[in-house]
C-alpha cells in the first residue's frame, strides 16, 4: 500500500493549506483513511479520518470546524483542507490507511500503512 502525501508549505495565521493523499483505487475504496501530525518534540497525535465508504468522517476537537476532509474517488485521493490556520498546527502531517480501521479510531498505531510526511508550517 501506497500513500502518497503532499500540499505542505508556509503559511500565515489564519491563511489554509490543502493537503493531498493519493493511493491507489484499492485502498482509497477498501480502506479508512486519516490524517496525523507530529509537532517538533511531541507525540504525533490524530487530525481527522474518512470511512471506507468515505460517507462518515471524524476530526479531533482542535481541528473541528477549521479542517475538512474532501476526496476525489476519480484520482483515488484524498484531501485534508485546513482553513484558519493557528501557529500551533505547524507539524508534520501524515496520511494513514487501514482495512480495519473504524473512522473514530484515533490511535496511530492501528493505522498499518503511513505515507511520507508533509510540513505545514504557520507563522504568527
Known amino acids: 500500500v501506497q500513500l502518497q502525501a503532499s500540499g505542505g508549505g508556509l503559511v500565515q495565521a489564519g491563511g489554509f493549506l490543502r493537503l493531498s493523499c493519493a493511493t491507489s483505487?484499492?485502498?482509497?475504496?477498501?480502506?479508512?483513511m486519516g490524517w496525523f501530525r507530529q509537532a517538533p518534540g511531541k507525540e504525533r497525535e490524530f487530525v481527522a479520518t474518512?470511512?471506507?465508504?468515505?460517507?462518515?468522517?471524524y476530526y479531533a476537537d482542535y481541528v473541528k470546524g477549521r479542517f475538512t476532509i474532501t476526496e476525489d474517488n476519480r484520482k483515488n485521493t484524498v484531501y485534508l483542507q485546513m482553513n484558519s490556520l493557528k501557529p500551533e498546527d505547524t507539524a508534520v502531517y501524515y496520511c494513514?490507511?487501514?482495512?480495519?480501521?473504524?473512522?473514530?479510531?484515533?490511535?496511530?498505531?492501528?493505522?498499518?500503512?503511513w505515507g511520507q510526511g508533509t510540513l505545514v508550517t504557520v507563522s504568527s
Open positions: 494513514a490507511a487501514g482495512p480495519q480501521v473504524v473512522v473514530s479510531d484515533t490511535i496511530d498505531s492501528d493505522y498499518p500503512y
Open positions: 483505487e484499492r485502498t482509497f475504496r477498501s480502506y479508512s
Open positions: 474518512r470511512s471506507r465508504s468515505g460517507g462518515t468522517t
